[in-house]
């Protein structure tokens, strides 16, 4: 019986057999899962591939209880989100996240710098955003365990030089994520689709603006028109800085809350970062796991509301509110 496999299950095919790690096997593998048409005449083959990825799974596991130490690809997540550079060689990366952060990132004229990804806190306002550069990517190769730290993050903002050949390195890193199941939109993780568990929020941004035409720039935006925003920058000046770290704000659908306790002023200084949607219930878990149920009622300032309102634990939160639980 024919198996009318498609284009997609053969280009995960290609990857599985060129593959040179367990990893990239066991990705390649899932992809062709997903994609390979569900029916009789296909049967003993999706079989075979859950066999090997049950196989690969089990090696997996075995291996991580001999390793020592850590995952380097496992950059845990804090401040008010992670955003996780990708791109090619030398599109500044590095450069950027040593720009905007205070992390020990090492910068170089030379390809391949970054060995490992390296986080840095970017601060927007009085928030603070995960900034993770990464190692750089090409069609043909992608390190070992970076898709587990790209496909974690909460927004993925691929790099290119818009000096030089950008629209070549930004379709091809698109085009290495896509192909990895990763499907790419500029609209805030709160409105990605719930029924696809690929979709992520994402952004295009071009640097070296100042060494480069702005038509270059408008290129690009038209190459993404309707599903990728491209954003220019230079981290060599610092150009479009504010507007990129605004922006990355927005994607990651979050609110900033201050607390305060009963007769003391509020602590302006470090807001609680949540989801969007989130509601009193879902702050006091997050100042510790025992006060919803400890909690009688809670008092809040904001837009909207008149100074002090007492509100219900299901009360949502807006950006900027201060709250006030009673226990």
């Excluded at 970054?114 to 603070?128: R, V």
């Amino acid at each position: 019986m024919p198996t009318n496999v498609t284009p997609e299950y053969e280009k995960a095919d290609r990857r599985f057999r060129e593959a040179s790690t367990d990893q990239e096997k066991l990705d390649a593998l899932q992809e062709m899962l997903s994609t390979i048409p569900k029916h009789k005449g296909t049967e003993k083959m999706q079989a075979d591939i859950k066999r090997r990825i049950s196989q690969l799974r089990k090696a997996g596991a075995k291996k991580s209880v001999a390793k020592k130490g850590p995952d380097p690809f496992h950059i845990p997540k804090t401040g008010a989100g992670q955003v996780v550079l990708v791109g090619a060689p030398n599109v500044g990366k590095s450069m950027l996240v040593a720009a905007t952060t205070n992390a020990p990132v090492k910068v170089a004229e030379y390809p391949y710098t970054t060995a490992l990804p390296m986080p840095g806190m970017w601060h927007y306002e009085d928030a603070q955003i995960e900034l993770v550069d990464t190692p750089p990517i090409t069609a043909e190769h992608m390190p070992p365990g970076l898709i587990g730290t790209i496909r974690l993050a909460d927004v993925i903002a691929i790099m290119a030089d818009a000096a030089g050949d950008g629209l070549e390195e930004a379709d091809m890193a698109a085009g290495v994520l896509a192909e990895r199941g990763l499907a790419l939109q500029s609209i805030p993780r709160n409105q990605l689709s719930p029924d696809d568990p690929n979709a992520r929020s994402a952004i295009v941004i071009a640097n070296k603006v100042d060494l480069t035409d702005p038509e270059n720039i408008e290129t690009f935006r038209d190459l993404y028109a309707g599903t990728l925003e491209v954003w220019p920058v230079s981290a060599a000046t610092g150009e479009g800085f504010d507007a990129v770290c605004r922006r990355l704000w927005e994607l990651l659908a979050v609110v900033r809350v201050y607390t305060k306790r009963p007769g003391k002023h509020a602590d302006l200084g470090d807001p609680f970062t949540l989801p969007m949607g989130s509601s009193i219930e879902d702050l006091a878990r997050g100042i510790h796991r025992d006060l919803p149920e400890k909690m009688k009622f809670a008092r809040i300032w904001g837009e909207g509301r008149f100074d002090g309102q007492q509100v219900h634990r299901t009360e949502l939160l807006h950006d900027k509110d201060i709250v006030e639980i009673h226990e």
